[in-house]
T-cell receptor, first 114, second 114 residues
Framework: AQKITQTQPGMFVQEKEAVTLDCTYD???????LFWYKQPSSGEMIFLIY??????QNATEGRYSLNFQKARKSANLVISASQLGDSAMYFC???????????FGAGTRLTVKP | EADIYQTPRYLVIGTGKKITLECSQT?????MYWYQQDPGMELHLIHY???????EKGDLSSESTVSRIRTEHFPLTLESARPSHTSQYLC?????????????FGSGTQLSVL
């Protein structure tokens, strides 16, 4: 069964506007970690933000914030004030037990329009 | 930031050749991973290692093999490359296997088998 679901294969946003990338996950564990990575066309994976399942506050890192809704099992990434350099693939990922290996969603391709 | 290196960056070879993709990290991380990614698709875990002399297969069946003789080095080998092996291979490491631990990624090797 798919553990991480990203339902938006592609998204467009106007420069300087905010955009939300959706991510839902499936786990029966109480303790797990949620991550977002950015992959530009050059191919490297860049860590953006982390949210622990026990964290009560939503994580923020500069223009990135994670909208964590535990009951809904969703961990959406919000990018504020989009920039042209934000155009990339974005992957949601989760670590859960027993091995805590990181699993990735299918990704969302974000295109920022000037 | 992270110091994890993959070589070569790009590789084009003929069917039947033996190849080794190199991955090295200078952070002293015990945990290392290989992911396979087709263009624009999700990452699939194919191998991982929890330390020297420890290797395990991941979720996605792969004809490749790995070794971990030194902490810093985690090479991946294909004994006889085939066109179906054409993909991007991403190496990663983390300090621990905790749910909060992010992965540090190398730049990837784009493999094309003709």
């Amino acid at each position: 069964a798919q553990k991480i679901t990203q339902t938006q294969p592609g998204m467009f946003v106007q420069e300087k506007e905010a955009v939300t990338l959706d991510c839902t996950y499936d786990t029966s564990d109480q303790s797990y970690g949620l991550f977002w990575y950015k992959q530009p066309s050059s191919g490297e994976m860049i860590f953006l933000i982390y949210q622990g399942s026990y964290d009560e506050q939503n994580a923020t890192e500069g223009r990135y914030s994670l909208n964590f809704q535990k009951a809904r099992k969703s961990a959406n990434l919000v990018i504020s004030a989009s920039q042209l350099g934000d155009s990339a693939m974005y992957f949601c990922a989760m670590r859960e037990g027993p091995k805590n290996d990181m699993r990735f969603g299918a990704g969302t391709r974000l295109t920022v329009k000037p | 930031e992270a110091d994890i290196y993959q070589t070569p960056r790009y590789l084009v070879i003929g069917t039947g050749k033996k190849i080794t993709l190199e991955c090295s990290q200078t952070m002293g991380h015990d945990k290392m991973y290989w992911y396979q990614q087709d263009p624009g698709m999700e990452l699939h875990l194919i191998h991982y290692s929890y330390g020297v002399n420890s290797t395990e297969k991941g979720d996605l069946s792969s004809e490749s093999t790995v070794s971990r003789i030194r902490t810093e080095h985690f090479p991946l080998t294909l004994e006889s490359a085939r066109p179906s092996h054409t993909s991007q291979y991403l190496c990663a490491s983390s300090e621990t296997q905790g749910i909060h631990e992010k992965l540090f990624f190398g730049s990837g090797t784009q493999l094309s088998v003709l």
